[in-house]
């Protein structure tokens, strides 16, 4: 039973991935309809939220529906995390978590996110700090490593653990790598297996399938998993892997209507938060994997990626409907 602090998490919670420009309340909400476990929010830089940045304030925005939900900072000076993270808990989570894994070069290589794994004492020592000075589980997220030559997730989760970490998710690479090649479970699944790591370990990387979750699972043994991009435009994800470990049994993909549905739902309340033409634009990115394997898509695709208002995107998807609904589709 894995459990974050006092929250009961269940025998092998999914968790949603905290993925920049994606992981908003719109995004959380089709996700969490459909069976994620825990919610984190984008993650939130600490020097913003210390400026009062609008950006950085608005993505402390969370929901009743969302819970239990964690909210998820980043830096590089001790001081400012310090402050953001308690500027963060004022918005009620059941969660702070500490970012130590973005690979994105202007995070990094400024000494936050993945950055600070060149440098575990000073994590291990803003983690401290961060802990004391919070009510509310502390957990975090990082990576393998900076490097294929420097891979010490094993004395990472010891000095998290040592400190107070309540959980820790685990990206299956380095930072080198971003997020190419193949997730390596290896290391994470060894993290597991020590005796003296009694604080849950969620595996991240790759996992894109039920069969997947399933094997990784049962190969690797951690505690839960934690879901990005697989999930991008495809919510259900979710409760296909909850089925598929309850059942054996792989569930029928979400029909067209199912796919509409969820799609305006996603839109309209995308909208409702960030504005039309914002909302607009950021739904862009979901198109693709909501309608995939619809015949013919294409030329929908395009339309929906380039249109600028509501009214249009409306029309498009009812052309789509009028077009597809009752017919055969590759899926």
Known sequence: MAKIGNLDLGDFPLLLAPMEDVSDPPFRAVCKENGADVMYTEFISAEGLIRDAAKSVQKLDIYDYERPIGIQIFGDNIESMIEAAAIAEEAGPEIIDINYGCPVKKVACKGAGAGILKDIPKMQKMTEEIIKRTSIPVTVKTRLGWDSNSIKIHEVAQRLQDVGTQALTIHGRTRQQMYKGVADWNPIAEVKKDPSITMPIFGNGDIDSPEKAVEYKEKYGVDGIMI????????????????????????????????????????????EWKGERKGIFEMRRHYTAYFKGLNNFKPYRMRLVTSDTYEDTQNILKELEDEFLGKDIIV
């Open 228 to 271: 990005g991009r697989a999930a991008i435009g495809y919510p259900w994800i979710f409760r296909e892997i909850k089925h598929y470990r309850e059942t054996g049994e792989l569930l029928p993909p979400p029909t067209l209507e199912e796919r509409l549905a969820t799609c305006r739902r996603h839109l309209d309340f995308s909208i």
